[in-house]
């Protein structure tokens, strides 16, 4: 798989450090038109912030001209960072030809649609159809879909001008919706989801075409790749309780994809204490409680091309 959709775009993505959840990576079975809207919604939910990650970046890369998104779903942060960049012009690039008419159709209503293009086909060799080299490419959450990451970022580096700059966004900590004790089932629901997801993620990346075992030292992997490090910063999405409908919704598609994922693996308390989060007619369920929220934390790495 080489499409390297972001996955906070993707229904289910726990931002359980900086990976994806169960079915994902099933590219041949998802219906992406279908799946479209719930994709932007999610990301419109993470707005705030990549838009505190894109401030961060406006001090290390003043005037970009070209801005590259490499894997970038339905185009929602290709978007903000055409608002981010006024002068710069912004190409997203993903897998899927449907998401990115997505991406074009969001950059004409927003306005930013002369300075908006796309490019279809798998990472990372589609960027090297690129007409220039890129001033800022930005990958959130698309790397871990490359077997090889390491010749991946090579191949980023390879697209960027002099005194260009690399900003991945990888790791972050496991994210948040509910109280350890949320009155059914056992208490630490999430934290046993989190094991699964490692072990599920861990899997899915041995699975992956040309999977090399790699270090998830981000800078050092950017240093070998002939770049200089610049820096590292933690960003947080912090809607507090009670979450808003848009949150709730995220929310439920996570915990459903997670349900359905893990049926297998799950222990048949966990399993009728999903059930009952994710049935709209009981009070205890997410569509109700006065206590979900959403937490989740998103590192952002950035590295400079040598003049």
Same mark, same amino acid.
């Given at each position: ?103 074009? /159709?969001? =950059?004409? !209503? $927003?306005?930013? %649609? ?6 279809? *086909?798998? +990472? @990372? ?29 090579? /191949?980023? =580096?390879? !697209? $960027?001008?002099? %005194? ?6 990888? *790791?972050? +900590? @496991? ?133």
């Amino acid at each position: 798989m080489a499409h390297g959709h972001q996955d906070a775009e993707h229904p289910g993505h726990a931002g359980h450090g900086g990976h994806g959840s169960p079915h994902h990576h099933d590219h041949a079975d998802i219906d992406w038109a279908e799946m479209a809207p719930l994709l932007e919604s999610q990301a419109e939910l993470f707005t705030p912030l990549y838009e505190r990650a894109m401030n961060w970046l406006t001090d290390k890369q003043t005037e970009p001209g070209l801005i590259v998104d490499a894997g970038s779903g339905p185009g929602v942060v290709a978007c903000l960072l055409a608002e981010a960049f006024p002068g710069a012009r912004v190409v997203a690039v993903d897998g899927s030809e449907q998401l990115l008419e997505r991406a074009r /159709a969001r =950059a004409g !209503r $927003l306005g930013v %649609g002369d300075r908006f293009g796309t490019v279809t *086909g798998d +990472l @990372p060799g589609v960027l090297e159809e690129l007409d220039y080299p890129a001033d800022l490419l930005w990958a959130s959450r698309s790397l871990h879909h490359l077997g090889d990451q390491r010749a991946a970022l090579a /191949a980023f =580096a390879d !697209r $960027l001008a002099p %005194g260009g700059t690399l900003a991945i966004m990888e *790791g972050g +900590l @496991p994210a948040r919706f509910l109280p350890r004790d949320i009155g059914i089932g056992r208490p630490g629901l999430q934290t046993r989801l989190d094991v699964l997801e490692e072990e599920w993620f861990a899997e899915m990346r041995a699975g992956l075409p040309d999977s090399v075992a790699e270090t998830e030292d981000w800078p050092a992997l950017m240093a070998a790749a002939g770049l200089r490090p610049t820096g590292t910063r933690t960003f947080l999405l912090d809607l507090p309780a009670p979450a808003g409908d848009r949150a709730r919704g995220y929310v439920a598609a996570t915990l459903s994809r997670l349900r359905d994922g893990f049926a297998d693996r799950l222990d048949p308390t966990d399993r009728a204490t999903l059930d009952r989060l994710l049935d709209p007619d009981d009070k205890a369920s997410v569509h109700h409680r006065p206590d979900v929220f959403v937490l989740a934390a998103h590192t952002l790495h950035t590295a400079a091309h040598a003049m």
